[in-house]
């Protein structure tokens, strides 16, 4: 016999619901995002190593997403937070590459921070020039004495030009002018700001220097051993002296990576060299070679300095020039036209300033290279 509760449709209602007949407690409705995040956070772990199903869980609700991106992602690590200044200096270099021509935009990153401003400054001071006259001379040095003591770095200076360019003076002011030189006797670089941003500028490629029509022998010693360690440097390429007078050719025969060489108005003396400037031997090393050579109102220094530089202890060799351009007006250049190729047998371009009815001597080209091109100018 099987004791028990007989169910009868009276007492069945007891154990199901059906509708219409009783009505439930107002329970809110449950859905499986109802579940507590410890509670998911169990039934996700059984499925840590499985990504693909993590990845279908994921997909289910935001609780479950959160709860899986726990075993998605790699731990994160704490890294403090970046900013623009934060970027290496190589790669500001490289962004600030594409501005390097565009000064007005340089100026506008310089104003970011400190790292920004350091490197813009590499290509906001590649030219330095000192080449106004009188009071606007002095204004130009104490601007660039102001830069220089903030401590700007003119690593990156590339073209270096010193001295006021006289000759293109109005006669009044060049007449005014010229007084001012007579009492000095000196010329305006001849200063101690001038020859401080000498020293500061360590990799100049182009220099230009004017002196005036002032003789070597009058500048102090300090100075011409300031000039002569500067047109020496491994980074000058191209120089330019303008306006010298009395100047040591035996200076330039120890340039050897000299390339480029301009005399302009340029007079030299084989007796006035500085004391101990060039006293020291020779030391090793391949010669340098001279490609390019300007001749202006210079025709007197051809021979010294064809001697100079052909001897066997210049640094600086003569022979492989390639281009040679002379002022060819009245009696100038003659000389030039016709010794320099006798020694410098690889000339390709001669550039003629040609003026007045004699102007240029074309009679001695029968001593150049049988290709070469002729400019007139």
């Known amino acids: 016999m099987i004791c028990g509760k007989i169910l009868t449709p009276n007492t069945m209602s007891n154990f199901f619901y059906f509708p219409g007949k009783e009505t439930l407690p107002n329970v809110p409705i449950r859905t499986i995002n109802d579940l507590p995040t410890e509670l998911l956070t169990r039934i996700l772990t059984y499925f840590q190593d499985d990504i693909s199903s993590l990845k279908q869980f994921s997909l289910i609700s935001r609780p479950f997403l959160s709860v899986c991106q726990k075993y998605l992602l790699p731990p994160t690590i704490q890294v403090p937070p970046r900013t623009i200044n934060d970027l290496p200096t190589e790669l500001l270099t490289d962004i600030l590459a594409y501005f390097q021509d565009d000064l007005s935009s340089l100026k506008t990153f310089s104003l970011i921070s400190r790292p920004f401003l350091s490197v813009c400054r590499k290509y906001l001071f590649t030219t330095l020039r000192l080449n106004s006259f009188g009071s606007s001379f002095d204004s130009q040095c104490d601007s660039w004495m102001t830069i220089l003591n903030n401590s700007i770095d003119l690593s990156s200076l590339q073209i270096l030009e010193l001295g006021p360019p006289i000759l293109r003076l109005p006669s009044h002011a060049y007449s005014n002018h010229w007084n001012q030189l007579m009492e000095r006797k000196v010329p305006s670089i001849h200063d101690q700001r001038v020859q401080t941003i000498i020293q500061r500028a360590l990799n100049p490629h182009i ?171």
């Open 207 to 377: 220099v230009i220097l004017r002196f005036e029509f002032q003789s070597w022998k009058d500048l102090s010693v300090t100075f011409q051993e300031a000039f002569i360690e500067l047109v020496q440097r491994e980074t000058v390429t191209s120089l330019s002296l303008e306006y010298a007078v009395d100047f040591p050719m035996a200076g330039l025969s120890r340039c050897r990576y000299l390339r480029e060489l301009s005399l302009i108005s340029f007079n030299i003396s084989e007796s006035v060299v500085g004391p101990g400037l060039f006293e020291d031997e020779v030391s090793g090393g391949s010669k340098g070679y001279l490609e390019s050579l300007t001749l202006f109102a210079s025709d007197e220094c051809v021979e010294t300095m064809i001697n100079v530089l052909s001897s066997s202890q210049s640094l600086l060799d003569l022979t492989q020039l390639r281009r040679l351009s002379i002022n060819s007006t009245g009696e100038d250049g003659r000389l030039a036209m016709k010794k320099i190729p006798l020694i410098a047998r690889c000339i390709t371009i001669l550039e003629l300033r040609v003026g007045g009815k004699n102007g240029m001597y074309l009679f001695f080209t029968i001593h150049y290279p049988p290709f070469f091109s002729i400019k007139k100018e």
